[in-house]
């Protein structure tokens, strides 16, 4: 793939505390590994010092761009305005927790540049996968929870929807984010469910990843994102 371009995108919602390192981790491997990428952050109006930490990394490197907007507006909308400034071939957007190493981003590079599958989903549910250091028991059941819910209402069978570390061909990221419904957790059910309608060529790629403190889940989120989650069925019926 002569010429060919990686776009990275994290989405941010206070992370002062977690994306200083995992930003200079990535920006390090992308330097000793990759020839030709860029990084974009998408600040999802953090009401800490998010903005103030990364604009100190990246006034270093011009590869990073940065995006900051003052309204929180949902994980899936930082995900979507990276999408929309990126300029690559590939697409990845990747958490800001380090719950996943960069390093992950070279498997998936494998992976497309072998087979040029449209998406490629990281997964922590299969059987390769190696997870290091677990999520608390109730987020575990959270998430099983979410993924059985959410594959019987969109038939999908995807084991690991809600992870953060997605790839997509550049054109294929076009059309499925554009015109999102959901903008926070069910942004990810909808643009698999998009996916698939569209019949796209997907495949699972497992991964090592590890928990970090710092969950952003409410006491009353899991209703709120079940309710959600049937509120977005509805309107593709």
Not at 100 to 112: A, N
Not at 199 to 228: C, Q
Request: include cysteine; charged fraction near 30%; glycine fraction near 4%.
């Amino acid at each position: 793939m002569e010429n060919f371009k990686l776009s990275i995108i994290i989405p941010a919602y206070n992370e002062e505390k977690r994306i200083p390192l995992f930003l200079e981790s990535l920006i390090n491997f992308s330097l000793k590994n990759l020839s030709n990428y860029e990084i974009l952050v998408v600040n999802d109006g953090s009401t800490d010092n998010t903005k103030k930490v990364v604009e100190k990394i990246k006034k270093n490197y011009d590869h990073v761009k940065f995006i900051s907007y003052k309204n929180n507006k949902g994980k899936g909308h930082a995900v979507l305005l990276g999408v929309l400034k990126s300029t690559g071939d590939f697409v990845i957007f990747i958490d800001a927790d380090g719950s996943i190493e960069p390093y992950e981003i070279l498997k998936m590079l494998k992976v497309y540049k072998k087979y040029e599958f449209d998406v490629i989903i990281g997964s922590r549910k299969l059987e390769e996968s190696e997870i290091t250091h677990s999520q608390p028991f109730s987020r575990r059941m959270f998430s099983k929870i979410f993924n059985l819910y959410s594959n019987f209402f969109f038939r999908l069978k995807i084991s690991d929807l809600l992870c953060g570390f997605k790839g997509f061909k550049r054109e294929v990221a076009f059309q499925i984010f554009k015109d999102l419904k959901a903008y926070r957790w069910e942004f990810d059910v909808e643009i698999l469910y998009r996916i698939k309608r569209r019949g796209f060529k997907v495949i699972e790629l497992p991964i090592k990843w590890k928990h970090e403190e710092g969950s952003k889940i409410k006491p009353l989120d899991p209703i709120l994102i079940f309710l959600n989650i049937l509120k977005l069925r509805l309107k593709y019926i």
